[in-house]
């Protein structure tokens, strides 16, 4: 079982820049890491990922400004994310999967005023 913690969300004026961290219990070398977000009232979609040879995808209304990273030695997968919009406002969550094993984390507000 692999726990994932949140951190990082907080109010930010559009055009800001924020980082999202989420830190694993366990070694997440062999998972592939995501980050998904959800608006109030929307459907969980994904915003991007990343594989354990560093293969990388993102949704194509971040595309641009976000960036996914991983530190496997730390057990930490990022976000930056820049130039920020209130549409990117979310609760965003982490996921790591292997095999047939998916794990999530709690959540973090991420609130983009304008």
């Known amino acids: 079982q692999v726990q994932l913690v949140e951190s990082g969300g907080g109010l930010v004026q559009a055009g800001g820049s924020l980082r999202l961290s989420c830190v694993a219990s366990?070694?997440?070398?062999?998972?592939?890491m995501y980050w998904y977000r959800q608006a109030p009232g929307k459907q969980r979609d994904m915003v991007a990922s990343?594989?354990?040879?560093?293969?990388?995808n993102y949704a194509d209304s971040v595309k641009g400004r976000f960036t996914i990273s991983r530190d496997n030695a730390k057990n930490t997968v990022y976000l930056q994310m820049n130039n920020l919009k209130p549409e990117d406002t979310a609760v965003y969550y982490c996921?790591?999967?292997?095999?047939?094993?998916?794990?999530w984390g709690q959540g973090t507000q991420v609130t983009v005023s304008s």
């Open positions: 996921r790591a999967t292997y095999l047939a094993n998916n794990y």
């Open positions: 366990g070694s997440i070398f062999r998972l592939t």
């Open positions: 990343i594989t354990s040879d560093l293969s990388t």
